[in-house]
């Protein structure tokens, strides 16, 4: 069973950066889809991000529409951990991030966006 920790989360300015780090242990990574959701108060949680890959083999990519063009999502198979770097950094951005592959979820990492 694979465990996710999430990390990197923080308070920012708007159009400042992060970069989220999703680190797996129990299993490593071999072919795998992992995502990136948040979830902001009130609201529902909501897809960002998406990466599929085998072994060196990027298979795709995919991104809410919210985010093109800031958000890149990106993993290291020798950690094994998945990033989102995230650029130009809006209030509506706030959330609990979360990464998630095969219906396991992390425990989230807050990030705060300041207008």
């Known amino acids: 069973q694979v465990q996710l920790v999430e990390s990197g989360g923080g308070l920012v300015q708007a159009g400042g950066s992060l970069r989220l780090s999703c680190a797996a242990s129990?299993?490593?990574?071999?072919?795998?889809?992992v995502g990136w959701y948040r979830q902001a108060p009130g609201k529902e949680r909501e897809f960002v991000a998406r990466?599929?890959?085998?072994?060196?083999?990027?298979?795709?990519?995919d991104y809410a529409d919210s985010v093109k063009g800031r958000f890149t999502i990106s993993r290291d198979n020798a950690k094994p951990t998945v990033y989102l770097q995230m650029n130009n950094l809006k209030p509506e951005d706030t959330a609990v991030y979360y990464c998630?592959?095969?219906?396991?979820w992390g425990q989230g990492t807050q990030v705060t966006v300041s207008s």
């Open positions: 998630s592959t095969a219906d396991v």
């Open positions: 990466i599929t890959w085998s072994g060196f083999i990027v298979y795709g990519v």
């Open positions: 129990g299993r490593t990574f071999i072919r795998y889809t």
